[in-house]
Each structure stands twice: as C-alpha cells, then as structure tokens.
C-alpha cells in the first residue's frame, strides 16, 4: 500500500490512520485473487506469496491464512516505520507462516522466480515509473506463477451529497497530493497498458474491475477518519500549508467530513482496476 513517495509520511501519521489501513484485508480488497490463490493451493500447498508495499499487513495476514500452514508469505515494505505493525497484527492472529522486511517494489532483493504469486495494492498510483515495479514483481515471479495488481482511479469517486467540503478534498486536494510526487490520479484504467509496458504479453493478463463502497454508518465513519488523518491531521498541517493548502481551506474540508459522516444518505464509491498476469 506503500512505495517511495510515501516513504517518508508514516511516522507522523495518527493512530486514526492506521486503523483505516487495517480495514482493508484479502477479503474486500483482493477478491479477483482469491479464486487463484485457491486454485494454485489445490495443485501446491507450499505456495510462497510476496507482497510488495504491504504497508499495516492487514492483506498479507490475510493471505498467509489463504495459503494454509504449508504456504509462506514475505510482506515487504519500503518504509521499516510500519515492519512492527505487521509483525503485531500477525501474532494478534496466531499467524506463523509470514515474515516482513524492508524493502523497495523497485529493486525487490530476490532472485529470479522466487515466488508462485506476487502482489500489490494501491501501491503503483504513487509512483512516476509504476511499469517498473511491475517488471520487478514478474521478475521475481516463477515460470507458471501469477502476478496480480489493484489500483484505485480518483476519476470515478462519487460520493453524495455533494458537500462542499469534501468536494474540494476528493476533487482537488486528495488528486494534488497524488500528482505532486509524480503519482497517477486514474492508475486503475491503466493497469492493462502498464502491465504490457512492463513486459507481459497481452494474452498473459486477465483484467476486471471493481469498487469500494462505504454507506453503512461504520464504514463512513472508517473512511473519514482516515481521509482526515492522511491529509489533515495535526501531525501534516504544516507541510500542507507549504505544499499552498491554506489553513482555511484545510478547515472546510476537515468541518466537511464531519458534516458528512453523520449523514443517513452518505455514500462514496470509487472503481479500481485490477490485473493478473500468468508468467
């Protein structure tokens, strides 16, 4: 869920923060994979899984249950700020199968074929060259192994009703702090194109689509709180000011979101491109 432009944001960011990130697990976040995961278990319980920007690990978790006590996972991310999270979370399940290190997405420390799959999330759209990553991860991937990839695209969030507030963070303040460190604002729509710039055949990738949702009281106020604390907690005020984010408008947004939390009629949905490359 992380790479380089984000390597330096972690430590100043609230509890709120990483809660949110805790939310998304293999379930609801990696659904396009499951059906693989389990197919390739049948035919090898010993399947070894990379993770690349894991981030909390609340995913990697997740998949290291997947693969059953045979299979392995390596959750790897670049900023070793979070490797502690992780490893907490892992234990807090009785997960023994998963190790996590520090480690950049784009010079993976593993040879050639290490892995039966290897996988990211919302980690390319931060990132100038995220082609290169993906050459890494099908670098490290084995003959007959799978690489699999989901990317959210700003460009599709709905989000109702349309306070203005929120407006401002989803439709200016959320894409500027993407674009500003060479991140992509619509990376979804084009995974396909940078999966074959990476390298894959076309007749090598399956793609899908699919969204996340947040209506249910709980899940509104899970998303805000974390939008709040990535983009406008105490801990980022000052470096946001010095990015040309006024006080004031910081402000609005913040007072937005708690407008729209408590909302009967609050929703937010965006679409996410997904792919899966077979090596």
């Known amino acids: ?6 390597s330096s944001d972690w430590s100043i960011l609230p509890e709120n923060v990483f809660k949110f990130m805790e939310s998304r697990t293999a379930s609801n976040s990696a659904v396009f994979l499951l059906p693989t995961i389990k197919e390739m278990r049948e035919s090898n319980p010993q399947l070894k899984l990379l993770d690349v920007g894991a981030g909390v690990g609340s995913m990697s978790v997740e998949f290291a249950q997947l693969v059953g006590s045979e299979g392995y996972v390596t959750a790897v ?7 502690p999270r992780g490893q907490a979370l892992a234990e807090q399940h009785g997960v023994t199968n998963i190790s996590f290190e520090t480690a950049s997405g784009h010079k993976l420390p593993y040879e050639d074929g290490t892995f039966d799959i290897v996988h990211c999330h919302q980690v390319l759209t931060h990132n100038k060259d995220p082609w290169e990553i993906l050459r890494e991860m099908i670098r490290v991937a084995k003959p007959g192994g799978v690489i699999a990839a989901r990317e959210g695209d700003l460009d599709t969030e709905v989000i109702w009703p349309p306070i203005p507030g929120v407006l401002k963070f989803h439709h200016d303040f959320e894409i500027k702090i993407i674009t500003d460190r060479g991140g992509y604002r619509n990376a979804g729509r084009q995974l396909l194109s940078w999966a074959l710039r990476a390298g894959a055949k076309r007749e090598q990738i399956t793609t899908s689509f699919s969204t996340w949702s947040y209506t249910e009281p709980e899940d509104r106020t899970l998303w805000a709180s974390g939008m709040i604390g990535i983009a ?3 801990n980022l005020r000052e470096s946001n000011i010095k990015a040309g984010v006024s006080a004031e408008e910081m402000d609005e947004m913040r007072e937005g979101w708690a407008e729209w939390v408590k909302l009967d009629d609050a929703v937010l949905t965006m679409l996410h491109g997904e792919v899966i490359i077979r090596k």
């Open 232 to 234: 406008l907690g105490p």
């Open 1 to 6: 869920m992380s790479e380089e432009k984000h």
């Open 77 to 83: 991310d670049v900023n070793p700020v979070v490797i």
